[in-house]
């Protein structure tokens, strides 16, 4: 049995740099907390723990001892966390992904010049979350193209957005789902219309150029075992692609979810992992498998 770790797989750069930047303020002292989890990820989670970093939630947030410093991780905050941290005087170290700031610098452009703002994401997300509070949550949130036909009207200057780690091919065809209505209402001259629809495709480049070559890989495969947290976005996509192109990819969280009975008659096991997955992680799913069931 031959075991390979995807080569593509494992963190993208705004979580390197997250990661960074948390353990360079551990490493110098600072007393640090994470507004929410820092990524997807309990196991990476665990470990920057045992160096000293808890995560909070808002609520706790108002409530710390002096001197504790606030990590904003990379999927960014509204500006109401800002606010909060000013009026408490609670320092935050600020590790938005830089693209996760520039599309919120984008949709605000958008919407103080008064166009109606809608975001292709999940409500939920903590990304969306910032990016609803761009707009004081006067937006749209859609995930599915059903919801764009019963949530989107069209009458006036339309713009659409999406989270960054949204599947390309859905955006797609909301976008151009959204486009036909635009062009069928003009064609029909109706008086309530957007006089302008603007689409801005603001999937991560790190997310989207992954899936093909998961695809590739994956193909290649007898098994592939995908690892991530449960919680992960961006691992439910890239899992969903994963199945596509090789429909026994089996998930798991943890070395010890693996299921003996996945690699009987197995040759190829392949491990990808979400943009939130540590590269220790896999290793360690890979050395386990190894050891278990054997390689050559
Ligand atoms: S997926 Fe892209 S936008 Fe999201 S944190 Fe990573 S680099 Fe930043």
């Known amino acids: 049995m031959t075991v390979t770790i995807d080569p593509t797989a494992g963190f993208c750069w705004g979580v390197v740099r997250t990661i960074d930047v948390a353990e360079e303020e551990l490493r110098g002292g600072s007393t640090l907390v994470s507004l929410g989890d820092i990524i997807h990820n309990p196991k990476e989670i665990e470990r920057l723990d045992t160096l000293g970093m808890k995560t909070i939630d808002h609520v706790t947030m108002e409530q710390l001892p002096d001197g504790t410093k606030v990590l904003i991780r990379a999927h960014g905050e509204p500006a109401s966390t800002y606010r909060l941290a000013r009026e408490k005087g609670i320092e935050l170290v600020d590790a938005t992904c830089p693209i996760v700031t520039k599309l919120q610098e984008r949709i605000r452009k958008y919407y103080d ?9 999940k409500k939920e997300h903590a990304e969306v979350i910032g990016l609803r509070g761009v707009c004081h949550d006067d937006c749209i949130v859609i995930k599915t193209l059903d919801e764009a036909r019963d949530q ?8 659409l957005f999406s989270q960054t780690t949204m599947d390309k091919t859905s955006f797609h065809a909301v976008r151009e789902y959204l486009r036909e209505r635009v062009a069928e209402f003009q064609e029909g001259s109706m008086e309530e219309i957007a006089n302008d629809f ?17 695809r590739a890989f994956a193909a290649e495969q007898d098994l592939m075992v995908f690892v991530a947290g449960r919680k992960s976005s961006n691992g439910k996509v ?10 026994n990819t089996q998930f798991i969280e943890d070395v010890n979810e693996l299921d003996p009975a996945w690699f009987d008659g197995v040759e190829r096991v392949g491990i990808s992992g979400a943009t939130s997955t540590p590269h220790w992680l896999m290793e360690q799913v890979k050395t386990y498998i ?7």
């Open 290 to 296: 190894e050891n278990t069931h054997g390689s050559s």
């Open 113 to 121: 010049d008064g166009w109606q703002v809608v975001i292709f994401g």
């Open 198 to 214: 603007h689409a801005k495709d603001t999937i991560c480049g790190q997310v989207s150029g992954r899936d093909k070559k998961l």
């Open 238 to 247: 890239l899992f969903g692609i994963s199945r596509e192109a090789n429909p």
């Open 152 to 159: 989107v009207s069209l009458d006036r200057r339309t713009v």
